[in-house]
T-cell receptor, first 112, second 114 residues
Framework: KQEVTQIPAALSVPEGENLVLNCSFTDSAIYNLQWFRQDPGKGLTSLLLIQSSQREQTSGRLNASLDKSSGRSTLYIAASQPGDSATYLCAAPAGNFNKFYFGSGTKLNVKP | EAGVAQSPRYKIIEKRQSVAFWCNPISGHATLYWYQQILGQGPKLLIQFQNNGVVDDSQLPKDRFSAERLKGVDSTLKIQPAKLEDSAVYLC????????????FGAGSRLTVL
């Protein structure tokens, strides 16, 4: 079974700061890893999917890295904005048929 | 393309009553997932379908939860009888296959059991 841990559980930063969210997983035999965003009362929106053959994936101000050997992924958010306030979750697959296991998320608050 | 549709969005029931949730995945997506998300926690996989077959239901409380996927398209998740601890958001997701593909989630169905 895959255990996914996200640190920190909550983060509050002033607008404009660059920040890093961390995700660790126990089973490194993964094909990919996904980062999601969840706004209050809403479903999950996929932000980035990193394949195991990649080390980084970028989308706009977001950059996700993957280090399978150490069981870690990071999500870097550049020049944070109040609209980035949400909960960020990572999901790593394991086992047959790639069941996705989620961390508990990092709740981000970007203050104007 | 249309997203993953779920209904109802909200449901309030008394304990020991039954409830059913419906999900319509993205057209052509072979894999469908039901997740349970309790407040403050990450989603937990309840059941995963590949077309209309179950590939994993190891975390589904089978004494009260059941799910089916008709003709490999729509899916329903049923809880009978409901317990207080079933209060959660039930999320449906789909992907083109069970391989290295992006999960697309619906908006979720929020269940409150009184």
């Amino acid at each position: 079974k895959q255990e996914v841990t996200q640190i920190p559980a909550a983060l509050s930063v002033p607008e404009g700061e660059n920040l890093v969210l961390n995700c660790s997983f126990t089973d490194s035999a993964i094909y990919n890893l996904q980062w999601f965003r969840q706004d209050p009362g809403k479903g999950l929106t996929s932000l980035l999917l990193i394949q195991s053959s990649q080390r980084e994936q970028t989308s706009g101000r977001l950059n996700a890295s993957l280090d399978k050997s150490s069981g870690r992924s990071t999500l870097y958010i550049a020049a944070s904005q109040p609209g980035d306030s949400a909960t960020y979750l990572c999901a790593a697959p394991a086992g047959n048929f790639n069941k996705f296991y989620f961390g508990s998320g990092t709740k981000l608050n970007v203050k104007p | 393309e249309a997203g993953v549709a779920q209904s109802p969005r909200y449901k309030i029931i008394e304990k020991r009553q039954s409830v059913a949730f419906w999900c319509n995945p993205i057209s052509g997506h072979a894999t469908l997932y039901w997740y349970q998300q309790i407040l403050g926690q990450g989603p937990k996989l309840l059941i995963q379908f590949q077309n209309n077959g179950v590939v994993d239901d190891s975390q589904l409380p089978k004494d009260r939860f059941s799910a089916e996927r008709l003709k490999g398209v729509d899916s329903t998740l049923k809880i009978q009888p409901a317990k207080l601890e079933d209060s959660a958001v039930y999320l449906c997701a789909s992907s083109p296959s069970s391989g290295a593909n992006v999960l697309t989630f619906g908006a979720g169905s929020r269940l409150t059991v009184l």
